[in-house]
């Protein structure tokens, strides 16, 4: 029952915790576990080291890093500094064999006029741009002995330009040729709580809509020709997971109930992936293909975005962050 178990999500986090409910071991898959009590905040690592393991997981061989951060959806500036300074230092790690003045291009994925899907361009909006400078008048231009030439490029979604997005991104890495693409896109989430709470970094790049049922040409150093880190944020889920974890919290209700405890326990039987499939099939076609977000969902974005910016800006333009 399990290899048809398919849950919406770009995490892949949340790939292995639905192997782990299952008490399943997947050989060539490593975590990686990390608590920073002081700012709340857990980290996990999952490594892809075998193909069978991408084959099980549903993502290619790489490293994926998730920063899990209740506050980050509050608007508390001084803890999204420190955020920013934290995920500025896991995205070093990525970059560390790189040599030091390193050209970056900076792709912001999504559509600006679909608020849970503008995260890629906002953080593109409050980037420090810093290649034609350089390119005109040298590094120091910029006032620092070590600054990267950074570019970017909002190549909006198929419906605004007819073309596949990693079609123009490959255009532009043949014009330009940085050393190294970063993409930022929208993600999707299995559960409700990670929703704008969330960070997802991996070498391993990105497969746009994915996590939506909206598949379209992954953007990878096989595709683009040069090495790819994506940084992505869970700002949708699937409204039959909301539903499904509803009908959890009944069944551990019920079983708490003296009428309704042999119903609760029938329940409880059933497999999480009958039980999920029991959804869908309810819900559908009412909600079948419906996505939702929170309903602050414009303020986050935008917060979240600077947030992201600030840790980029951290790490190719060291001292021009505000």
Request: hydrophobic share 40%; glycine share 8%; aromatic share 4%.
């Amino acid at each position: 029952m399990i290899e048809k178990y398919s849950i919406r999500t770009d995490l892949a986090l949340e790939q292995k915790e639905r192997f782990e409910a299952d008490h399943v071991e997947i050989p060539g898959v490593i975590v990686e576990e990390e608590e920073d009590e002081e700012k709340e905040m857990k980290i996990t690592t999952v490594r892809i080291e075998t193909e069978n393991g991408a084959k099980a997981m549903k993502k290619p061989v790489g490293t994926y890093i998730t920063m899990e951060a209740p506050g980050l959806a509050v608007p508390d500036e001084d803890y999204h500094r420190e955020i920013a300074e934290t995920l500025a230092g896991y995205l070093k790690q990525f970059l560390t064999p790189r040599k030091k003045d390193s050209s970056v291009l900076v792709a912001g994925l999504g559509n600006r006029k679909v608020t849970p899907d503008a995260l890629g361009p906002y953080v593109v909006d409050h980037l420090n741009i810093s290649r034609h400078i350089v390119r005109e008048y040298g590094k120091y231009a910029m006032g620092e002995e070590k600054v990267q030439m950074v570019s970017a490029i909002v190549p909006g979604v198929m419906g605004q330009t007819g073309m596949e997005t990693v079609e123009i991104i490959k255009g532009i890495v043949k014009e330009t040729r940085p050393d190294i693409l970063v993409v930022i896109d929208a993600l999707a989430a299995r559960s409700s709580r990670r929703l704008n709470r969330t960070i997802q970094i991996s070498d391993a790049g990105i497969h746009p809509g994915s996590g939506v049922g909206n598949h379209r040409c992954g953007i990878t150093e096989a595709t683009v020709g040069v090495p790819v880190i994506a940084i992505g944020v869970p700002t949708v889920v699937e409204a039959a997971t909301i539903v499904n974890d509803a009908m959890e919290n009944l069944i551990r209700a019920m079983e708490s109930s003296e009428t309704l405890k042999g119903a609760g326990l029938v329940l409880q039987g059933y497999h999480p992936a009958e039980k999920y499939e029991l959804v869908k099939e309810l819900t559908s076609p009412h909600l079948h293909g419906m996505f939702v977000t929170p309903k602050d969902i414009d303020e986050t974005v935008k917060r979240i975005s600077y947030t992201i910016s600030e840790a980029l800006n951290q790490l190719f333009s060291p001292g021009t962050c505000s």
